[in-house]
């Protein structure tokens, strides 16, 4: 395996919510080394399995790449691990279990639609609650940048765009981009409208 083809706007997959995990083996470690690895080469900060193709609950996400600003807290099962131990993170499973109650706006982009970009409101804390790749439960508390990639790819698992988190100003910004990039992605995958 290695780089996997990532899935574009106008693909059924993107809109499928993802099927648990069950099983932790061997294939699952090397299925999340080579999302990893695609969304690097994506130069990507997250990643959903339904960005390559396969609805199961199972993202990937990398806060600790060269050059990148951290201005995020986090608490990861009641300790603050250096990054650089907890980066790159798989989360299998995840659930968010709480939301803040404060809100901000950022400019998010998705690899799913490149070269697009827009704002979308989400809540500035979370608390999530995911498996990792052997299984073991865990609970992360964080804000900033890491809740907002989090809240993305978890959306992704639920069969959840940004797009559908922007208000109607914002996607009116977009709205041709995407049209564009839907017919697009339907030419490509030869799907018939
Ligand atoms: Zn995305």
Same mark, same amino acid.
């Given at each position: +395996?290695?780089?996997?083809? =990532?899935? %574009?706007?106008? %693909?059924?997959?993107?809109?499928?919510?993802?099927?648990?995990? /069950? /099983?932790?083996?061997? !294939?699952?470690?090397?299925?999340?080394?080579?999302?990893? %690895?695609? +969304?690097?080469?994506?130069?990507? =900060?997250?990643?959903?399995?339904?960005?390559?193709?396969?609805?199961?609950?199972?993202?990937?996400?990398?806060?600790?790449?060269?050059? +990148?600003?951290?201005?995020?807290?986090?608490? #990861?099962?009641?300790?603050?691990?250096?990054?650089?131990?907890?980066?790159? +993170?798989?989360?299998?499973?995840?659930?968010?279990?709480?939301?803040?109650?404060?809100?901000?706006?950022?400019? *998010?982009?998705?690899? !799913?639609?490149?070269?697009?970009?827009?704002?979308?409101?989400?809540? %500035?804390?979370? /608390?999530?609650?995911?498996?990792? #790749? *052997?299984?073991?439960?865990?609970?992360?508390?964080?804000?900033?940048?890491?809740?907002?990639?989090?809240?993305? *790819?978890?959306?992704?698992?639920?069969?959840?765009?940004?797009?559908?988190?922007?208000?109607?100003? *914002?996607? !009116?910004? =977009?709205?041709?981009?995407?049209?564009?990039?839907?017919?697009?992605?339907?030419?490509?995958?030869? =799907?018939?409208?």
């Amino acid at each position: +395996m290695g780089q996997l083809r =990532i899935t %574009e706007y106008g %693909e059924a997959v993107l809109k499928k919510p993802g099927e648990p995990i /069950t /099983t932790f083996d061997a !294939s699952l470690a090397q299925l999340a080394d080579d999302m990893i %690895e695609t +969304m690097y080469a994506a130069d990507g =900060i997250g990643l959903a399995a339904q960005q390559i193709d396969q609805a199961i609950r199972l993202c990937v996400v990398d806060l600790y790449q060269e050059g +990148m600003e951290v201005d995020f807290d986090y608490m #990861l099962d009641g300790k603050k691990p250096p990054l650089s131990l907890i980066m790159p +993170m798989a989360l299998v499973n995840p659930r968010i279990q709480e939301l803040g109650k404060n809100q901000n706006d950022y400019e *998010e982009g998705c690899l !799913s639609f490149p070269n697009i970009r827009a704002i979308v409101k989400r809540p %500035e804390q979370i /608390t999530v609650e995911y498996q990792d #790749l *052997e299984g073991v439960s865990h609970r992360l508390t964080c804000n900033g940048l890491l809740a907002r990639c989090i809240q993305h *790819e978890v959306d992704h698992l639920n069969g959840v765009l940004f797009i559908d988190r922007m208000d109607n100003k *914002e996607l !009116s910004k =977009i709205n041709g981009a995407l049209k564009q990039l839907k017919k697009q992605t339907l030419n490509n995958t030869g =799907i018939q409208t």
